[in-house]
């Protein structure tokens, strides 16, 4: 790493506003806050554990290809940096299968709002030693501390992957077809991702009559609305073209942004409270409120 | 804060609160006589306390009214599903109100499309699997006590179980809880959409062992039943090959749905009491669980099987059909039953070590407990690095559970010193409550403890649980008064 979770400490300091930026592709500070930035670097890789430890302010796309060389990956989507992927908490089109990003995340030493170094979670895949920090860093876009290092759980490449298309219906290929990597759908075409052994693709997307293509489909970027997987059927009479949703999950990418929400005043005095033990004086990325900005 | 300081200034006349508890609840939901004081004084655990009023809650109503008196009286309250758990996170706290769980256990909602299902915390885990094998899926995650833990005890701990190695532990199945806090207020954590805004509030809820209020609904993930699974048993001459094979496994890019090792002592106490003609005369054995579509299980298989030659394996054995599949099984599962042939008492310890440190901390187990003049079995989750290590004993020799625990913490110990931690499945609880500054600084659990207070702010929630006191971080002590191990 290009400087140590200490010296990174160091430079969060302890009084004054200050705002953490990574290569500015999720967020941009705001007012006047003391722009930090995290520390940039892969400490190690261990492919027999299926970890990586490295800076909270390294590129994904580094990460990416260093872990390539080992034939594994993390299930982050592309660009940005480690930090900034973690401090939004969005997985990528392959949750379907991966799973959560969060759950990527074991262990992390953050600088708290004091300019402490805080450890949270611990080096192995399983861990239930004490309260689960790492969750509630993920996704809390750095209000209640700025993550410095991090040690990620990888999962291995698959021997074989392949995308298709398909004018079926996408709930009929949710259900039939054996754990796929992602299955998105804009109102008339299906896109299906598998992977895995590959016998088993070339012989999945035959019973099912997919038609192989280059990549995924291109995203709207307009808005990510979040749905419970069983309401994305309501799409079905929204204009085809003006979304792609990941079946299954719930993320539907749409050409608007997603409509206003009201937080539940329990939430927002749970998260009030939180927020107050963390960040008692609001210096961390001040402006920024998790439960009422999307 | 100790649990004195906690009752400090409250002089709680407990008549008082089984009256207003009989007074918002039915009646005969509420016990207070000895005999049911007594039953519900522990866990699974070595550990006991004792419950001061115990309350059967049949819905969230029934939970609310009771935390909302708890938090009028300033009294302690603990949720309590089947009392399964080993850390002693379900002991409670003296006479706490203990919330039982077990009457609200009805599976209210099943998606078999988005594959996620709504239950209320007392269902039992095998149930659940087992009301839903009709559709196609499961809930993955599998403790060795999944016949009779709750749902809610697993959200409580974080619960694993074998079949966690390729599909995460609890935290990665639960997709949202209905909670009640403990001032009283009831809110949904977590959601049916991928993303709700906010904290992920349901992460940290999952594994808080009770201290942040009490899950009343659960909204768990569901995983497709795979076409295709191979369960092979493997034998070696040494410990150290099949731990090292582990490795080697991961290494090569395949993630088996499970991989367990039994140690030679627990071959010979499984195969007394199941017959499942099991490699007694080798140093360990494995079993490692393959699934998927037929291809890739037998790419995966023979690959597996080829990695086992280079490490030396004795015999590979490959389940010919699910009857000798559940045998295997049966074995993994029943090993803690089976130990009563050897001696009549044992305590389980669970930590975790790095993969690669796995031969290295089993040596010095084996080290450890023959100083301390004891006997282990080793019978646990090899492909996480989840150590099981089963000390048996006979309770009624003197002075043996001074051993018994000092072996113990030596373990707990190496294991943390190999880059391991605490706990891997069963939680801190008041066991390894005291340990946690072997794993975290005082900074460190002054954040715990931060958000603790944020969803506690007056700790009555299954309080004395987790977190060491202040006044003893940074050393290590016995269990806390009132307590015995």
């Not at chain 1, 959560?100 to 030493?109: E, F, V």
């Given at each position: 790493?290009?400087?140590?979770?200490?010296?990174?400490?160091?430079?969060?300091?302890?009084?004054?506003?200050?705002?953490?930026?990574?290569?500015?592709?999720?967020?941009?500070?705001?007012?006047?806050?003391?722009?930090?930035?995290?520390?940039?670097?892969?400490?190690?890789?261990?492919?027999?554990?299926?970890?990586?430890?490295?800076?909270?302010?390294?590129?994904?796309?580094?990460?990416?290809?260093?872990?390539?060389?080992?034939?594994?990956?993390?299930?982050?989507?592309?660009?940005?940096?480690?930090?900034?992927?973690?401090?939004?908490?969005?997985?990528?089109?392959?949750?379907?299968?991966?799973?959560?990003?969060?759950?990527?995340?074991?262990?992390?030493?953050?600088?708290?709002?004091?300019?402490?170094?805080?450890?949270?979670?611990g080096p192995t895949v399983k861990n239930v030693s004490g309260f689960d920090l790492c969750r509630l860093m993920v996704g809390s876009r750095?209000?209640?501390?700025?993550?410095?290092?991090?040690?990620?759980?990888?999962?291995?490449?698959?021997?074989?992957?392949?995308?298709?298309?398909?004018?079926?219906?996408?709930?009929?290929?949710?259900?039939?077809?054996?754990?796929?990597?992602?299955?998105?759908?804009?109102?008339?075409?299906?896109?299906?991702?598998?992977?895995?052994?590959?016998?088993?693709?070339?012989?999945?997307?035959?019973?099912?009559?997919?038609?192989?293509?280059?990549?995924?489909?291109?995203?709207?970027?307009?808005?990510?609305?979040?749905?419970?997987?069983?309401?994305?059927?309501?799409?079905?009479?929204?204009?085809?073209?003006?979304?792609?949703?990941?079946?299954?999950?719930?993320?539907?990418?749409?050409?608007?942004?997603?409509?206003?929400?009201?937080?539940?005043?329990?939430?927002?005095?749970?998260?009030?409270?939180?927020?107050?033990?963390?960040?008692?004086?609001?210096?961390?990325?001040?402006?920024?409120?998790?439960?009422?900005?999307? | 804060?100790?649990?004195?300081?906690?009752?400090?200034?409250?002089?709680?006349?407990?008549?008082?609160?089984?009256?207003?508890?009989?007074?918002?609840?039915?009646?005969?939901?509420?016990?207070?006589?000895?005999?049911?004081?007594?039953?519900?004084?522990?866990?699974?655990?070595?550990?006991?306390?004792?419950?001061?009023?115990?309350?059967?809650?049949?819905?969230?109503?029934?939970?609310?009214?009771?935390v909302e008196t708890a938090a009028e009286f300033g009294v302690p309250f603990m949720a309590r599903g089947s009392g399964t758990g080993l850390?002693?996170?379900?002991?409670?706290?003296?006479?706490?109100?203990?919330?039982?769980?077990?009457?609200?256990?009805?599976?209210?909602?099943?998606?078999?499309?988005?594959?996620?299902?709504?239950?209320?915390?007392?269902?039992?885990?095998?149930?659940?699997?087992?009301?839903?094998?009709?559709?196609?899926?499961?809930?993955?995650?599998?403790?060795?006590?999944?016949?009779?833990?709750?749902?809610?005890?697993?959200?409580?701990?974080?619960?694993?179980?074998?079949?966690?190695?390729?599909?995460?532990?609890?935290?990665?199945?639960?997709?949202?809880?209905?909670?009640?806090?403990?001032?009283?207020?009831?809110?949904?954590?977590?959601?049916?959409?991928?993303?709700?805004?906010?904290?992920?509030?349901?992460?940290?809820?999952?594994?808080?062992?009770?201290?942040?209020?009490?899950?009343?609904?659960?909204?768990?993930?569901?995983?497709?039943?795979?076409?295709?699974?191979?369960?092979?048993?493997?034998?070696?001459?040494?410990?150290?090959?099949?731990?090292?094979?582990?490795?080697?496994?991961?290494?090569?890019?395949?993630?088996?749905?499970?991989?367990?090792?039994?140690?030679?002592?627990?071959?010979?106490?499984?195969?007394?009491?199941?017959?499942?003609?099991?490699?007694?005369?080798?140093?360990?054995?494995?079993?490692?669980?393959?699934?998927?579509?037929?291809?890739?299980?037998?790419?995966?298989?023979?690959?597996?099987?080829?990695?086992?030659?280079?490490?030396?394996?004795?015999?590979?054995?490959?389940?010919?059909?699910?009857?000798?599949?559940?045998?295997?099984?049966?074995?993994?599962?029943?090993?803690?039953?089976?130990?009563?042939?050897?001696?009549?008492?044992?305590?389980?310890?669970?930590?975790?070590?790095?993969?690669?440190?796995?031969?290295?901390?089993?040596?010095?187990?084996?080290?450890?407990?023959?100083?301390?003049?004891?006997?282990?079995?080793?019978?646990?989750?090899?492909?996480?690095?989840?150590?099981?290590?089963?000390?048996?004993?006979?309770?009624?020799?003197?002075?043996?559970?001074?051993?018994?625990?000092?072996?113990?913490?030596?373990?707990?110990?190496?294991?943390?010193?190999?880059?391991?931690?605490?706990?891997?499945?069963?939680?801190?609880?008041?066991?390894?409550?005291?340990?946690?500054?072997?794993?975290?600084?005082?900074?460190?659990?002054?954040?715990?403890?931060?958000?603790?207070?944020?969803?506690?702010?007056?700790?009555?929630?299954?309080?004395?649980?987790?977190?060491?006191?202040?006044?003893?971080?940074?050393?290590?002590?016995?269990?806390?008064?009132?307590?015995?191990?």
């Amino acid at each position: 790493m290009d400087l140590t979770v200490d010296e990174f400490a160091g430079n969060v300091g302890s009084s004054d506003p200050v705002a953490v930026v990574g290569l500015g592709t999720r967020a941009t500070p705001s007012g006047n806050a003391r722009v930090v930035n995290a520390p940039v670097g892969i400490d190690w890789i261990q492919p027999a554990e299926m970890t990586i430890q490295c800076g909270a302010g390294t590129p994904v796309d580094d990460v990416a290809e260093a872990l390539a060389e080992y034939g594994q990956q993390i299930p982050f989507p592309p660009g940005g940096t480690i930090g900034g992927a973690l401090a939004v908490g969005h997985s990528g089109i392959r949750r379907l299968a991966y799973g959560a990003m969060r759950d990527a995340l074991l262990q992390t030493h953050y600088v708290g709002s004091s300019g402490k170094v805080v450890k949270a979670g611990g080096p192995t895949v399983k861990n239930v030693s004490g309260f689960d920090l790492c969750r509630l860093m993920v996704g809390s876009r750095g209000t209640l501390g700025f993550l410095g290092d991090v040690i990620l759980r990888t999962r291995p490449i698959s021997a074989h992957e392949q995308w298709f298309t398909s004018d079926r219906d996408p709930w009929e290929l949710l259900i039939g077809l054996f754990r796929p990597t992602s299955v998105l759908w804009d109102g008339a075409t299906t896109w299906v991702l598998l992977e895995g052994h590959e016998g088993d693709v070339v012989e999945m997307a035959e019973a099912y009559g997919l038609d192989p293509i280059e990549q995924a489909p291109g995203l709207p970027s307009g808005g990510r609305w979040s749905m419970p997987p069983s309401e994305l059927e309501s799409l079905r009479v929204a204009q085809p073209g003006s979304f792609v949703a990941e079946i299954g999950v719930g993320v539907v990418h749409h050409t608007s942004p997603r409509p206003p929400r009201q937080a539940d005043p329990v939430q927002a005095q749970l998260h009030a409270r939180i927020k107050g033990e963390f960040d008692p004086t609001g210096r961390l990325n001040p402006g920024v409120d998790v439960l009422t900005q999307i | 804060m100790s649990l004195d300081e906690i009752y400090a200034g409250h002089d709680v006349d407990l008549v008082e609160v089984v009256a207003r508890i009989r007074g918002v609840i039915r009646p005969d939901q509420v016990r207070d006589g000895a005999t049911e004081t007594h039953l519900y004084r522990r866990d699974a655990s070595t550990m006991s306390n004792k419950a001061g009023i115990v309350c059967f809650a049949e819905s969230t109503a029934d939970v609310q009214a009771i935390v909302e008196t708890a938090a009028e009286f300033g009294v302690p309250f603990m949720a309590r599903g089947s009392g399964t758990g080993l850390a002693g996170g379900a002991v409670p706290p003296p006479g706490a109100i203990v919330i039982s769980t077990t009457k609200m256990n009805k599976i209210i909602s099943v998606d078999p499309v988005s594959r996620m299902a709504w239950v209320e915390p007392g269902v039992l885990n095998l149930d659940l699997s087992k009301q839903i094998a009709h559709l196609g899926v499961h809930f993955a995650p599998d403790p060795s006590s999944q016949q009779t833990c709750s749902i809610g005890g697993n959200v409580a701990n974080n619960s694993g179980g074998p079949h966690c190695l390729a599909d995460g532990v609890t935290n990665a199945h639960i997709h949202a809880m209905e909670v009640v806090l403990p001032d009283g207020s009831v809110t949904i954590l977590g959601g049916e959409e991928p993303e709700p805004d906010g904290f992920d509030l349901r992460g940290v809820f999952v594994g808080s062992e009770g201290m942040f209020g009490v899950a009343t609904k659960i909204c768990v993930r569901l995983m497709q039943n795979p076409p295709e699974v191979a369960t092979m048993l493997m034998d070696f001459a040494s410990v150290s090959d099949g731990a090292d094979l582990v490795s080697d496994i991961i290494a090569a890019g395949i993630v088996p749905a499970a991989v367990e090792m039994m140690d030679q002592l627990c071959l010979i106490a499984v195969e007394a009491f199941i017959h499942a003609g099991l490699p007694v005369e080798q140093a360990a054995a494995l079993l490692i669980e393959v699934v998927g579509p037929a291809g890739g299980v037998a790419a995966d298989v023979a690959r597996i099987s080829e990695l086992a030659k280079a490490r030396n394996v004795g015999g590979v054995r490959i389940a010919a059909d699910d009857a000798e599949r559940a045998l295997l099984w049966k074995g993994r599962k029943s090993a803690f039953g089976a130990i009563a042939n050897i001696k009549p008492d044992y305590y389980l310890h669970d930590t975790v070590v790095p993969r690669n440190k796995l031969s290295d901390v089993l040596d010095q187990i084996y080290a450890i407990v023959k100083e301390h003049d004891l006997q282990v079995l080793n019978v646990f989750h090899a492909g996480d690095g989840n150590l099981h290590p089963l000390l048996v004993f006979d309770g009624k020799e003197p002075g043996v559970y001074e051993r018994v625990h000092a072996a113990g913490r030596a373990i707990v110990k190496a294991s943390v010193d190999a880059g391991g931690v605490l706990s891997g499945e069963h939680g801190i609880g008041l066991e390894k409550r005291d340990l946690m500054p072997l794993m975290f600084s005082e900074t460190d659990l002054a954040a715990q403890a931060d958000l603790r207070r944020a969803f506690d702010p007056h700790l009555l929630s299954n309080p004395d649980k987790v977190l060491p006191s202040p006044a003893t971080c940074g050393e290590i002590h016995r269990a806390p008064e009132g307590a015995w191990i």
